[in-house]
């Protein structure tokens, strides 16, 4: 029984070994493609950031100018936006 399934396999073995050659070259051009794009996605959630704290900023003025502070140092706009 032993025999035969190590029989099996050693036939197998060149399908299998182009399956798992396919299976690596797939997931090597996935994880690029991902690396390229996380990049991007990163890059532009910075810059969203970058305008959502600037729109924070300006309601924090508005909101510490007509002298609602909260207790912990917080301004309305930074609780509202954050």
Do not use: P
Request: hydrophobic letters at 30%; proline letters at 0%.
């Amino acid at each position: 029984m032993e025999k035969e399934v190590f029989i099996k396999n050693v036939r197998w073995d060149k399908k299998r070994e182009q399956l798992l050659e396919g299976i690596l070259s797939s997931l090597k051009s996935l994880a690029e493609d991902m690396k390229r794009v996380g990049r991007w996605e990163t890059h532009e959630m910075k810059k969203k950031k970058k305008k959502r704290r600037g729109e924070a900023e300006q309601l924090e003025g508005i909101y510490t100018s007509r002298g609602t502070h909260w207790g912990d140092g917080w301004s309305l706009g930074h609780c509202f936006w954050r």
